[in-house]
T-cell receptor, first 111, second 114 residues
Framework: GENVEQHPSTLSVQEGDSAVIKCTYS??????FPWYKQELGKRPQLIID?????GEKKDQRIAVTLNKTAKHFSLHITETQPEDSAVYFC??????????FGAGTRLTVKP | KAGVTQTPRYLIKTRGQQVTLSCSPI?????VSWYQQTPGQGLQFLFE???????NKGNFPGRFSGRQFSNSRSEMNVSTLELGDSALYLC?????????????FGSGTRLTVV
């Protein structure tokens, strides 16, 4: 099955700086790559996703890039704010709903 | 529109017992997936059901089982509970295929095995 690795496991940045989280996947047939944000004590929520026919996608301060050849994708958060502090999970899946998650990155944005 | 509803929110069980958790997906969603979340292991995939059929299964022992009813509600069962089964169990629903619609998670059931 799919195996997703995520780095780093923890990330601390100053408010206003950028944060980058990277993931690699093993199954070349994976074609859907979502990112979820989980705040303390809350459910994971989808923040952005990308499909294999697209190399980059942006939504305000958040962007995701995908390199299918290298089988890795990244989340970029610019102008970080304290409310961006959370655990971020990447995931990868084929069409069959067998979605596998990375181990998570705990992002701390220091004011 | 109601979200994904999981019941109960909290459970305390003793070793050797069995437990059943329930998940009601968003109305119209036919796919329900279950995940185990622990601090050290992240989100581990248990299984996914679509139209009452188990479509995918993760690498958990046979003590973990599930089912889906005709109204898309799903249950998961854990038999012969072990201390290591203590975790937050999350279910997520999607309309048809996650490539089109993504997942919506419930708030989870926190299971403590003592």
């Amino acid at each position: 099955g799919e195996n997703v690795e995520q780095h780093p496991s923890t990330l601390s940045v100053q408010e206003g700086d950028s944060a980058v989280i990277k993931c690699t996947y093993s199954d070349s047939a994976s074609n859907y790559f979502p990112w979820y944000k989980q705040e303390l004590g809350k459910r994971p929520q989808l923040i952005i996703d990308i499909r294999s026919n697209v190399g980059e996608k942006k939504d305000q301060r958040i962007a995701v890039t995908l390199n299918k050849t290298a089988k890795h994708f990244s989340l970029h958060i610019t102008e970080t704010q304290p409310e961006d502090s959370a655990v971020y999970f990447c995931a990868a899946s084929r069409n069959n709903n067998d979605m596998r998650f990375g181990a998570g990155t705990r992002l701390t944005v220091k004011p | 529109k109601a979200g994904v509803t999981q019941t109960p929110r909290y459970l305390i069980k003793t070793r050797g017992q069995q437990v059943t958790l329930s998940c009601s997906p968003i109305s119209g969603h036919r796919s329900v997936s279950w995940y185990q979340q622990t601090p050290g292991q992240g989100l581990q995939f248990l299984f996914e059901y679509f139209s009452e059929t188990q479509r995918n299964k993760g690498n958990f022992p046979g003590r973990f089982s599930g089912r889906q009813f005709s109204n898309s509600r799903s249950e998961m069962n854990v038999s012969t509970l072990e201390l290591g089964d203590s975790a937050l169990y999350l279910c997520a629903s999607s309309l048809f295929s996650i490539t089109n619609y993504g997942y919506t998670f419930g708030s989870g059931t926190r299971l403590t095995v003592v």
